[in-house]
């Protein structure tokens, strides 16, 4: 679901996913390689994104994610669901 809320607002490659998800988290979340490029690849996999070589500022070359239709669709029920579930925990922190 991060990785999809993140490259819904731009594409970007992989190592500028995992800053934008620890910057935009105030610094509460990281993603560590080992866990990123195993979720891109299943994301591409699944439809729900897709990737592109591309050079960068520095002038490297690197894989650029973007989100699809599906992507976005998956994006949506996964908020859905994720806010269900986060309003359930409240409602039961709350009555405790």
Same mark, same amino acid.
């Given at each position: 679901?991060?990785? #999809?809320?993140?490259?819904?607002?731009?594409?970007?490659?992989?190592?500028?996913?995992?800053?934008?998800?620890?910057?935009?988290?105030?610094?509460?979340?990281?993603?560590?390689?080992?866990? #990123?490029?195993?979720?891109?690849?299943?994301?591409?996999?699944?439809?729900?994104?897709?990737?592109?070589?591309?050079?960068? &500022?520095?002038?490297?070359?690197?894989? &650029?994610?973007?989100?699809?239709?599906?992507?976005?669709?998956?994006?949506?029920?996964?908020?859905? &669901?994720?806010?269900?579930?986060?309003?359930?925990?409240?409602?039961?922190?709350?009555?405790?």
């Amino acid at each position: 679901m991060l990785i #999809l809320r993140v490259i819904s607002a731009q594409p970007l490659h992989g190592y500028a996913i995992a800053q934008k998800i620890h910057l935009m988290s105030d610094e509460q979340l990281s993603v560590e390689e080992g866990s #990123l490029y195993p979720a891109l690849q299943k994301l591409l996999l699944k439809g729900w994104g897709r990737a592109e070589w591309v050079t960068s &500022e520095t002038g490297r070359e690197v894989r &650029e994610y973007r989100i699809t239709a599906a992507g976005k669709k998956q994006l949506e029920e996964e908020l859905t &669901e994720y806010r269900r579930m986060a309003r359930g925990i409240d409602t039961l922190l709350e009555n405790i």
